[in-house]
């Protein structure tokens, strides 16, 4: 079936330092969301990306999504012990089911 | 206002014991998702309703696995003769359509243990 890659798997940071997570698909996505799950919690919608090359902020996140709408990234600025959480990636292929990507877990070194 | 709510928050059960997880959504949700989530993975998509019909259940990995919403508002996961790969978090989430452009709102989960 169709699969959303997520690289890296963990990432440590110090705090203050910046975070990128890369999330891939082999086919074109019709979109992308991003989800963040905090420990022992559920993961609770950051954003929607739609058109082709689009970018979006948050504050300190900013969302990119490929020009093939097969790619897409989720740069933190400057860490913050808040952040800390696992950031996924979800995809819909045509108006197929939400596919989750397999999660970049963000840790923090205060 | 309240968000999806998820009953039992944790089940502990023999293996080969019946199950039922209770998911009630967002008031005018019209969408329900089950997904399962492993430890170390994303969620996994078992089923979708749309109002009171299931419009997507190609996620449920075999026949013991069966999910109703009767009346288009609580849902309810059966799982028969449970297997200790059953073990995992069931979550439920909720969205205004199924329009495939929505954000999807879960609920704390389900913490499933087979003995």
């Known amino acids: 079936g169709q699969q959303v890659m997520q690289i890296p798997q963990y990432q440590h940071v110090q705090e203050g330092e910046d975070f990128t997570t890369y999330c891939n698909s082999s086919?074109?996505?019709?979109?992308i969301q991003w989800y963040k799950q905090r420990p022992g919690g559920h993961p609770v919608f950051l954003i929607q990306?739609?058109?082709?090359?689009e970018v979006k902020k948050q504050k300190r996140l900013t969302f990119q999504f490929g020009e093939a709408k097969k790619n897409s990234s989720l740069h933190i600025t400057a860490t913050q012990t808040t952040d800390v959480g696992t950031y996924f990636c979800?995809?819909?292929?045509?108006?197929?089911?939400?596919?989750f990507g397999t999660g970049t877990r963000l840790t923090i070194i205060p | 206002g309240a968000g999806v709510s998820q009953t039992p928050s944790n089940k502990v059960t023999e293996k080969g014991k019946y199950v039922e997880l209770r998911c009630d959504p967002i008031?005018?949700?019209?969408?329900l998702y089950w997904y399962r989530q492993s430890l170390g993975q994303g969620p996994e998509f078992l089923i979708y309703?749309?109002?009171?019909?299931?419009?997507?259940d190609s996620g449920l990995p075999n026949d013991r696995f069966f999910a109703v919403r009767p009346e288009g508002s609580v849902s309810t996961l059966k799982i028969q003769r449970t297997e200790r790969g059953d073990s995992a978090v069931y979550l439920c989430?909720?969205?205004?359509?199924?329009?495939?452009?929505?954000?999807?709102?879960f609920g704390d989960g389900t913490r499933l243990s087979i003995l």
């Open positions: 989430a909720s969205s205004s359509s199924g329009t495939g452009n929505q954000p999807q709102h």
């Open positions: 086919t074109t996505l019709s979109n």
């Open positions: 990306l739609v058109k082709s090359g």
């Open positions: 979800a995809g819909h292929f045509g108006n197929e089911k939400l596919t």
């Open positions: 008031s005018g949700h019209t969408a």
């Open positions: 309703f749309q109002g009171t019909g299931a419009a997507d």
